[in-house]
């Protein structure tokens, strides 16, 4: 069963900093490009960000880019994202998905608010 939790999600005053991660287990993880989604309530999906099944290659959002920062271990199964200098427009829950957005997670909530 494929399955993922996301976990590091939180309240964080604007220009703080939260590094997500996203367990991912019931496939084989190394063999898939994996992505970070998030959705604010009231709103649609937006897409985050994308890393490559070896992690060398990754791709950003232009409302993230130079802020948040992808990356994976394949050895620990496990996707994280680096957000930096939060704003608060970032609040929204935060999940990971495979690329071909057939499997995700349930999320973990991402609050910027002073």
């Known amino acids: 069963e494929v399955q993922f939790v996301e976990s590091g999600g939180g309240m964080v005053q604007p220009g703080g900093s939260l590094r997500l991660s996203c367990a991912a287990s019931g496939f084989t993880f190394s063999s898939y490009d994996m992505m970070w989604v998030r959705q604010a309530p009231g709103k649609g999906p937006e897409w985050v960000s994308i890393?490559?099944?070896?992690?060398?290659?990754?791709y950003y959002a232009d409302s993230v880019k130079g802020r948040f920062t992808i990356s994976r271990d394949n050895v620990k199964n496990t996707l994280y994202l680096q957000m930096n200098s939060l704003k608060p427009e970032d609040t929204a829950l935060y999940y990971c998905a495979r690329a071909q957005y057939d499997y995700w997670g349930q999320g973990t909530q991402v609050t910027v608010s002073s």
């Open positions: 890393i490559n099944n070896g992690g060398g290659s990754t």
